[in-house]
């Protein structure tokens, strides 16, 4: 990869084709999930490394409660499961572990690890590793108008950085660069604030798959992409 090439200071990625990874394998999809979870960390190292600052991962959305109950118990018990060593690794690598999203679904012992993981990491000083679990941006955009409502704010005051500060992600930059895994094509009720003028790369690679030299792939694309925030290139006024 270009050394040289510019950096995206937030990245976010939506970690899709677990349940595909372990079909081709004849595994229970329950599987695929684990693998997923093992590469969270590395693959935030290698963002890390690469001067990334903030690293969004969808993990579980709004809508994924609607699957198997099985599988949400499984993926439940996943998160139960890594929450405190992921806390461990974060503490380790100096990242600060955030979560994006509701938890008050969660059962309140794990809501009480999640809490703990958080607090656990909030003085680290590099990357920024977010969690979005129980995550959807409507839902999240409903929420913030709530909350504005109850601020008792009057409709001019209503702006795009009041809506911002009522985000999950408030205190964030915006996304620089989304990447999708798995091969499809759309963002699936995704940071849909945050990516507003996000550069987006799919790669067919299944996120168990992801690897260091996906990384740079999605890294070197952004670094190719021109970002004009819809003015024109300089020098240009035809």
């Given at each position: ?40 960390h590395p693959v935030a190292q290698a963002f890390a490394h690469r ?26 018990r996943l998160l139960s499961t890594v929450i405190e060593a992921e ?134 694309e952004y670094s190719r992409r021109s970002r004009r925030f819809g ?8």
């Amino acid at each position: 990869m270009n050394t040289a090439a510019r950096t995206p200071r937030h990245v976010a990625v939506i970690m899709d084709g677990n349940g595909r990874w372990a079909r081709k394998r004849g595994l229970p999809r329950v599987v695929g999930h684990q693998q997923g979870v093992d590469r969270v960390h590395p693959v935030a190292q290698a963002f890390a490394h690469r001067g990334v600052e903030y690293l969004t991962l969808y993990a579980f959305s709004t809508e994924n409660w609607r699957r198997p109950r099985s599988e949400v118990s499984a993926l439940l018990r996943l998160l139960s499961t890594v929450i405190e060593a992921e806390a461990r690794a974060c503490l380790r690598d100096n990242m600060r572990l955030r979560l994006v999203g509701r938890v008050d679904q969660l059962s309140p012992e794990l809501q009480a690890k999640v809490k703990a993981a958080i607090e656990m990491n909030s003085e680290n000083t590099g990357l920024t590793l977010c969690l979005a679990f129980d995550y959807g941006s409507r839902e999240e955009l409903v929420r913030a108008a709530r909350e504005l409502a109850l601020r008792g704010l009057s409709p001019d005051a209503v702006d795009e950085e009041q809506i911002a500060r009522s985000l999950y992600t408030a205190g964030m930059p915006d996304v620089d660069l989304l990447v999708r895994c798995g091969g499809e094509l759309r963002l699936s009720n995704f940071l849909m604030w945050q990516a507003a003028y996000a550069e987006l790369c799919f790669t067919d690679v299944l996120w168990p798959d992801f690897c260091d030299t996906d990384v740079d792939n999605a890294l070197e694309e952004y670094s190719r992409r021109s970002r004009r925030f819809g003015a024109l290139p300089k020098g240009d006024t035809s």
